[in-house]
């Protein structure tokens, strides 16, 4: 029964989200002619009407002036312009008639309330925040995204402020991608923001799609525009990623030096070109590790003597 009662009167039943729709508009141009020839014709009529006063004639061309007055500042104040770029939501006594969206000059209900939406693409830089990472490391980041108004009723009557909407929320999913993984994954293989810049970046722009759909507005794109430690932290962390290069060079060092020993003890065993025992084997691996492993150049020592 309610519901019948809600269609009949034309009403939106409350709770219902007010979405986009196409506003009924009629040519601006045709309109703007017809209100300038009511007024000239109406200022005709007022002359008319005060030169052959006074009588009963005069009077009537005076009521028709008026009323052509009050029409034609109707017809012209219902005239509305539209630039590309730019939508129109129209407005009568509080409730949502439709969008204009199409550029150009248009003639609406002249009582409506027409409401200026920028549907053009905008840009929006995070401030630069300081936030914990997932390891509990203090670190810096911003990011930047592109974003369009698509839903202007959504836009304006589900948001008090689309744009500081926008801009509120951008802030926090920034801020929850930071605090979700670590900094650097140190090896383990883990996503991480340094590392995995292309996914998170992905999973930033989801995440802020979601939260600023209710606004009507969807996002372009989003880059993350600054990543770092905190100052307070960098130089501790820097000297910890220097030493895990260190670290990860002296591995691949020992591997490839452990290879060249292997192989020169296969190839001397198999040419037969000395005979080897245990102590001696182990002589000749060691001076072959220091020469390969050792980051200064190598001095020669002659042995003159027996190795006993």
């Not at 409350?14 to 017809?34: C, I, K, Y």
């Not at 304006?156 to 801020?175: G, K, N």
Request: one cysteine or more.
């Amino acid at each position: 029964m309610v519901a019948k009662q809600t269609a009949a009167t034309g009403q939106e039943p409350p709770g219902r989200q007010v979405t986009e729709r196409e506003a009924w508009s009629a040519p601006g141009v045709l309109v703007l002619v017809l209100g300038i020839a009511i007024l000239i014709a109406a200022v005709a009529a007022l002359g008319l009407g005060i030169a052959t006063s006074p009588g009963v004639g005069p009077a009537t061309l005076i009521g028709v002036a008026v009323v052509l007055f009050i029409a034609g500042d109707l017809a012209l104040h219902g005239l509305t312009s539209v630039v590309a770029g730019e939508a129109r939501a129209v407005q009568l006594f509080g409730r949502y008639r439709g969008t204009v969206r199409a550029p150009g000059l248009h003639w609406v209900n002249p009582f409506a309330r027409r409401r200026r939406v920028s549907t053009r693409i905008r840009n929006h830089e995070t401030a630069q925040a300081k936030v914990n990472d997932a390891d509990g490391n203090p670190i810096e980041i911003a990011a930047v995204l592109v974003w369009q108004v698509k839903d202007t009723a959504m836009a304006i009557y589900a948001v008090d402020d689309f744009a500081q909407f926008v801009a509120t929320q951008a802030e926090t999913a920034v801020r929850h991608i930071a605090s979700s993984y670590p900094y650097d994954s140190r090896g383990s293989g883990a996503l991480s923001l340094r590392d995995n810049a292309e996914e998170i970046t992905g999973r930033l722009s989801t995440e802020i799609a979601a939260r600023v759909a209710p606004a009507g507005v969807t996002i372009i794109e989003s880059r993350l525009t600054r990543l770092s430690y905190a100052a307070e932290i960098a130089q501790a962390m820097l000297r910890q990623q220097q030493a895990s290069a260190v670290v990860g060079a002296r591995q691949t060092i020992v591997q490839g030096a452990v290879g060249m020993v292997q192989l020169a003890l296969q190839r001397l065993q198999e040419e037969g070109v000395v005979e080897l025992d245990e102590e001696r084997k182990a002589a000749m691996v060691s001076n072959l590790l220091v020469v390969l492993c050792s980051e200064q150049a190598t001095q020669q020592v002659v042995n003159t003597g027996s190795l006993y």
